[in-house]
Nanobody
């Protein structure tokens, strides 16, 4: 049974930083791709960043240059480093494992940007 557990969310002031983690279990992590999504109140879930099993990455235009995504296959963990946070980054952040027979989602972690 594949499980994804996010952590690292919280309340931070504008301009601050957070690092989210997503730990996977129950699967051979290294062969799959990983992504971070977010969903703000009243909005659709949107893709924030992806990292493929090759290590290549891509980012939404709204976070490019501020966020980085990385993975540690030995720890079966994907990270989202978020810098220069803005109020519009406030959302629940979810990680997703994909590239296999089905996608798997974590339960989400709340990120709130407020002064």
């Amino acid at each position: 049974q594949v499980q994804l557990v996010e952590s690292g969310g919280g309340l931070v002031q504008p301009g601050g930083s957070l690092r989210l983690s997503c730990a996977a279990s129950g699967t051979i992590f290294s062969i799959y791709h990983m992504a971070w999504y977010r969903q703000a109140p009243g909005k659709q879930r949107e893709l924030v960043a992806s990292i493929y099993n090759t290590g290549s990455t891509n980012f939404a235009d709204s976070v490019a240059g501020r966020f980085t995504i990385s993975r540690d296959n030995a720890k079966k963990t994907v990270y989202l480093q978020m810098n220069g946070l803005k109020s519009e980054d406030t959302a629940v952040y979810y990680c997703k494992l994909f590239g296999g027979a089905r996608d798997y989602w974590g339960q989400g972690t709340q990120v709130t940007i407020s002064s």
